[in-house]
């Protein structure tokens, strides 16, 4: 059992005020394989003063400065990939080699894009030709919460400790309390760096605890969350009387769009882009439109692709899907495959319960609903797991309509060989990204959503932004 009570104040592992044991569980065994704490109000306010007493020289300090400090973490994070991809496959259940492949290797992703984009970032500026005298300066926030989530555990620390880093904020991580291993261990690569005492700190804790506590801080300067929308909600409102700046990174209800003209794998593209870390992804392509005279086929298309996922240990090697991260997910999804089939959604493959020989652990069957209207609560509520359904549309008009008929507006895709069709479908879909026929957005594009999806965005240059203020200087001399 490993024991990890302490958390990372001031530069240094300190003890909790007042202890509260909380069990990390390993989803595939549904064992308990690890000890944290949960943090207090009182270790709160420790790790936000340390964050406000180093800002002023953090500040200060020249971005150059900072980027070198970010450059250190990243070789002395890849330099303990294999060690953080163990303890993420083992808290979160993404299997091993899905571990080792992606789910570490994206925190080293992030970290370099930004390394890229800081560079070639004027951190103070001429307004412009005309006006030789006003100054552009773009300063950090101050003291930012970082709030990241169990399902893309390193994507998300990397995403919001990179950029408030480079941007000059102090910071506090509350990392889910469903994965907090792999935050530990980059706590440990952040001490390692040589970071400053203060600037980054790290308190385990839950959300109405911890989480609570830093968004309604009054010395907290703004909150970057991700997670669910309901949660961001409550956020949004807890943190309003102190009027920070809050970034949200919220849920999603993707529309992949095919058309009858799609390439040959558009269809099981879609299908393993949906089981990938078993559903478990905010930007998940969830609801397969498909065009009529393609439909049947993609129906057929999509169940023989279902059926030949294989699930399995998260300790096992392979391209198989691993468990969803606990009971209570487990739970929501299968009463949500029930609600599917209640609502007259036609059962292509998987279903409830758990698939054959997996009597424990949170494993759930890659599942496949067809003949879903747009006003099936499967259609419309995000699943997180590993459940696709698929839609019928005519027109192009009504694949527009059908796809922006959501709450959520994060990630939409679109599978045709018309360029022209796919760029206005790029234009009329509203989300904060559109990805075609396949194609992943580059580094340092932007990650982020409208409506109920979030708002802000992650990434590159734009994510720098979100933690900086723009101050307008005249007189500059």
């Known amino acids: 059992m490993f024991e990890k009570r302490q958390f990372y104040i001031n530069g240094e592992w300190v003890d909790p005020v007042h202890g509260n044991d909380f069990e990390v569980v390993d989803p595939s065994t549904e064992k308990s394989v690890a000890v944290i704490s949960l943090g207090g109000e009182q270790d709160v306010n420790a ?39 163990s303890v993420t496959s083992l808290e979160m259940g993404a299997p091993i080699d899905m571990a080792r492949t992606q789910q570490v290797p994206a925190g080293a992703w992030h970290l370099k894009n930004f390394l ?5 970032f004027a951190f103070d500026r001429p307004l412009d030709d005309h006006a030789p005298h006003d100054r552009i300066i773009y300063e950090p926030v101050g003291v930012a919460a970082l709030i990241t989530p169990w399902n893309w555990p390193l994507n ?5 400790v990179g950029a408030a880093a480079i941007a000059g904020c102090t910071m506090v991580l509350k990392p889910s309390e469903q994965s907090p291993l792999n935050a530990l261990l980059f706590a440990e690569c952040v001490d390692q760096a040589g970071f400053p005492p203060g600037v980054f700190n790290l308190v385990n804790g839950d959300g109405a605890g ?14 970057s969350f991700t997670g669910s929308t309901r949660a961001g909600t409550a956020i949004s409102k807890n943190a309003a009387d102190t009027l920070k700046r809050v970034h949200l990174e919220l849920g999603g209800k993707g529309a992949n769009i095919i058309f009858a003209d799609a390439d040959d794998k558009a269809v099981k593209r879609g299908v393993l882009h949906m089981m990938n870390n078993s559903g478990q992804s905010c930007n998940a392509p969830s609801r397969m439109m498909v065009e009529a005279s393609l439909y049947d086929t993609a129906v057929e298309i999509a169940k023989d692709v279902a059926e030949n996922v294989q699930v399995g240990m998260s300790s096992e090697g392979g391209r198989h899907i691993g468990p969803v991260v606990n009971d209570v997910q487990w739970k929501k999804i299968q009463a949500l495959i029930e ?9 292509v493959a998987g279903g409830l319960g758990r698939p054959d020989g997996k009597d424990t652990g949170y494993f759930v069957r890659p ?27 005519d027109t192009e008009a009504e694949a527009i309509a059908m796809a922006n008929d959501t709450d ?16 206005r479908m790029a234009r009329a879909l509203r989300s904060g990204m559109v990805e075609m026929n396949g194609t992943s957005r580059s580094a340092g594009s932007p990650f982020g959503g409208m409506k109920q999806s979030g708002n802000g965005r992650e990434g590159g240059v734009w994510g720098i932004e979100d933690f900086l203020e723009v101050k307008a200087v005249s007189g500059w001399s």
Not at 116 to 120: D, E, G, I, L
Not at 156 to 160: F, N, P, S, V
Not at 339 to 347: D, I, M, V
């Open 47 to 85: 790790a936000v003063d340390a964050a406000r007493d180093a800002f002023a020289d953090w500040m200060m300090a020249s971005p150059d400065e900072r980027i070198q400090y970010v450059q250190e973490l990243i070789t002395i994070y890849e330099s303990r990939l294999e060690e953080i991809a």
């Open 116 to 120: 890229r984009a800081a560079k070639a």
């Open 156 to 160: 998300q620390i990397a995403l919001k």
């Open 210 to 223: 911890v989480g609570t506590q830093l968004s309604g801080h009054r010395y907290v300067d703004m909150v």
């Open 339 to 347: 609600t599917g089939l209640s609502e007259g959604a036609r059962l």
């Open 367 to 393: 599942t496949i609903f067809a003949d879903v209207t747009n006003d099936m609560t499967i259609a419309r509520e995000e699943i997180f797991g590993p459940v696709l359904t698929i839609m019928k549309f």
């Open 408 to 423: 959520y507006g994060l990630t939409n895709y679109v599978q045709t060989q018309d360029g022209e069709r796919a760029n």
